[in-house]
Each structure stands twice: as C-alpha cells, then as structure tokens.
C-alpha cells in the first residue's frame, strides 16, 4: 500500500456537489483526493444556467424551500438548515463571488458567467491541498465487513481512505460524465436504488408545425397542460426547438408531463396573450384591424405575434392570407382569438437523458442519514448531489441540493 495512495476521505466525482464535499473537507484539516473521470473538473456546473450558474434560489424561507422538492422535501430540512442559500450566498461572497437576484429570487454571479463560479472551487481545492485526479475513472470498490476497503480505477491504481462520497450524478446530461455509473456501483454494494427517469427536460411534439418556429422564445406566456384526469399550469418562457418545446416552463412542468403519459394523453394549450381575457383580446383584435383594415390578413399580425410565427398561425386559421382585413368575419376573427388563447400541441414524449438538466431516481433515500449524508448500509460511505432520490424545479434548486449534501457529506466524513 502506497503512502501517496492513502487519504483521510476519496471524493468520486468532480461536479458540485463533489467539489463541495472536498472544500468542506480539506478545511477541517482532512487529507483529500477527488477523482474526476473527465479531464477537467465541474464540466455540467459551466452549462447551468445557459452557462451563467444559477447558483441557488433565495427562498430563506426553510418550510417554503423544501416546498419545492415534492414529498422529499423533508428529508432537506437538516441539511438545508446546516447549509442553506444564504450560506451558499456568504460562501461565494467570502471567496470575492459577488451574486445578484433576479426574477423568481434566482441568484446568479454579478459576472453572469459559471466559470467564475467554477474559478472559486479550484483556487479553494488548491489552497485545501486537494488531490485532483482528472481522466480518471474508477472501475469497482472492494467492500468487506460493510466497509468499502479501496476503490480501483480502470488503470488498476488502487486508492485507500478512511471514508468515501460517491458524487457522480445520475444519467442526465451524459455528455458531461453523468452516466449513471454511481448508481450502479451503488446496487452492486446493496444499495437500494429508484429507477431513473429524466426530470427537467424538453417535450417532444407530434405536430410538424413546431418545427417552423425553431429558435422562436416566447416571454411572459402561459401553458396548460391537460389530460383526461390532471391538469397544470405554468407562466414564464418557452422556446421552440426542431423536436417540440423546451425553456423554463416547459422544463418545469416535465416530470409531470412524464406521469400523465403513463397514463393518456397530454395536450399542452400554450396562451400568447395570458394578460388579456377573451374579451379584451377580442377588443385589442378589433382595434388592430380598424387600424390595419385594407392591409392583407398575412401583413396585419405584427403588433400580436412575432414574425416567424405570423405564417403558421395564418395557415392555422384557415383564413386566406391575401384576404383584407376589412372582409374578415366576426367566425374568423373568433377562430384566431382562440389560437391565440389556446394554441393546441399535442406532446409525443418527454426527450432523454441526452437533454434532461437532472434526473429523477437514485439511491433511495430510506438508506441515507440526513443529518450526515451517510450511508445506513456502508458504514464509511457518503453521498452529495443528483446520485440521491430527490430533484427540484429549476430556479437554482438542484445546485442548492448539490452545495448543501455535499457540505454536510465533507464535513461528516472527517468526523
């Protein structure tokens, strides 16, 4: 056994909660390494937020907080407690990160990018004398007595630590390493696990239409999901993509997008105007075509629609788009009033892994303490981050469950 190879806590898995759990560890004085399997460090933490890091959200409120993760949320309670989002707040502030909020209390870097983010980690790994190991992949654990003994990696090195956290995420976003490998290390030690399904992510569209908007984003508009027994609704932004819809109210309502589908079909009704009631859109429609009325219909929709969607909303009425405005009738002007409050899309299938921000399922949570993040079943094992059963809404709640299981994971295991 090599002296170099021997440490006080083995962190496998270089994203945030990882390199949280390695900080918090080495400034209680532990000797770390953290083994990362891509060859840099914190590769999906650049992608957040459209690569600007929506760091956490700036719910204080502890009992709304955990509001935000569904019947989970309890399990959050210590650990938010120990290390919530104004801790996460002082923790940038203190490293010279400072933060700003914006709508729906997100915080993000003043520097609107994620690299300054991933810069705090890697000059405070430095300074806690972290062992780094990049392009390095573990291969299996050797466990005995409950206890993992040491972890081999796939160049047959063989590491040894007192105690261990598995932070490797699960399968979203394989492209940056989150490949479901912990899950299944985690099933070969007896570890109870959830099955995984992808959670924040974009929804497929039968309609070929949607392909012809492609890059539109749309602001300040509502959807209503719908299905024989359920029905949700979200306001915010969307964006069509070549496949369907994605964008924050689309990525939010996904996961329950996925269980309706299990069950019938889903429909999503998407409102362009959701400030105006029928009656005041109907008002605002006949405003604009006595002011447009001898344009052609196809040249009169420039106050209500974007350009690149002004054609397939023409073709959607059936309307002739060289008719006058003026010949409109009073049916036809109803039938656009109704595709501007009821744009009927029928959604195919939620979008894989491939695509998905996190992932529902993981290692169950009855086998975590939540006060440590210690494993019930592996006497010196810890977890932080996406690996765990638990996901939230977008709006820096997923990174706010990786910095706190990973504080609370560093600290326990130096204990």
Sequence with gaps: MEKENIFDVAVIGGGPGGMMAAVRASELGAKVILLEKNKKLGRKLLLTGNGRCNITNADFDLKDLVSHYGKSGKFLFPLFS????????????????????????????????????????????????????????????????????????????????????????????????????????????????????????????????????????????????????????????????????????????SKEVGEMLKKEEVKIFLDLKPALDYKKLDERLQRDFQKYSNKLFKNGLDDLLPAKMIPVVVKMTSIEEKKKINEITKEERRVLLNLLKKLEMTVDSLMGFDLAITNYGGVSLEEIDNKTMKSKKINNLFFAGEIINIDGPTGGFNLQLCWSTGYVAGENAVK
């Design 82 to 253: 120990k290390f919530g989002p104004k801790d996460v707040i002082d923790f940038f502030e203190r490293e010279k990160l400072k933060t700003k909020i914006e709508r729906g209390k997100r915080v993000f870097p003043k520097s609107n990018k994620a690299e300054s983010v991933l810069n705090v980690f890697l000059r405070s790994l430095r300074r806690g004398e972290v062992v780094v190991l990049c392009d390095s992949k573990v291969h299996r654990f050797s466990v005995k007595d409950n206890k993992i003994k040491k972890i081999i990696l796939n160049n047959k090195k063989e590491i040894f630590a007192k105690n261990y956290i598995i932070a490797t995420g699960g399968f979203a976003y394989p492209i940056t390493g989150s490949t479901g490998d912990g899950i299944r290390w985690m099933k070969a030690v007896g570890h109870k696990t959830e099955e995984e399904r992808p959670v924040l992510v974009p929804l497929k569209i039968k309609e070929t239409w949607v392909k012809e908007l492609q890059g539109l984003g749309l602001k300040n508009v509502e959807i209503e999901v719908v299905s024989k027994k359920k029905k949700i609704k979200r306001f915010g932004e969307l964006l069509f993509t070549h496949y369907g819809v994605t964008g924050p109210i689309i990525l939010d309502a």
